[in-house]
């Protein structure tokens, strides 16, 4: 399941388009990581998912580091997205864990 962060709760909208988002702010959010993003405005209340593409610290301010990326939108995930990256990959090109009683 992929973790919430809120526009104006650590985190501040710099430009959106319909590919992605760039943010600012003090969350620290890992690259290669789905979260689901809300505040984006009206009838946003249950998120969207967003792929973090890149994620690094730009300067410390005061109240600590701030931290600067990118994200794409991921309308084609669900909320119970897969995990991602190369672990992900080789083990759907395995198939299902074998005695597995997933929901």
């Keep these: ?5 809120h ?9 959106f388009d319909e ?3 760039e943010l600012e702010g003090t969350c620290r959010l890992t690259p290669g990581r789905a979260i689901t993003l ?3 405005g009206a009838g946003s209340s249950a998120g969207r998912l ?3 593409s890149s994620w ?13 990326g990118y994200g ?8 119970s997205a897969t995990p991602q990256g190369p672990a992900a990959a080789e ?6 864990i074998r005695g597995w009683q997933g929901s």
């Design 38 to 40: 809300f505040g984006l």
């Design 1 to 5: 399941m992929a973790s919430g962060f």
């Design 91 to 96: 083990q759907a090109a395995l198939g299902p």
């Design 72 to 79: 794409e939108w991921r309308d084609d995930l669900r909320e």
């Design 50 to 52: 967003l792929f973090v």
């Design 19 to 21: 590919r992605g988002v």
């Design 7 to 15: 526009i104006g709760r650590g985190l501040a909208l710099i430009a």
């Design 56 to 68: 690094r610290l730009v300067r410390l301010g005061r109240t600590g580091p701030i931290y600067r």
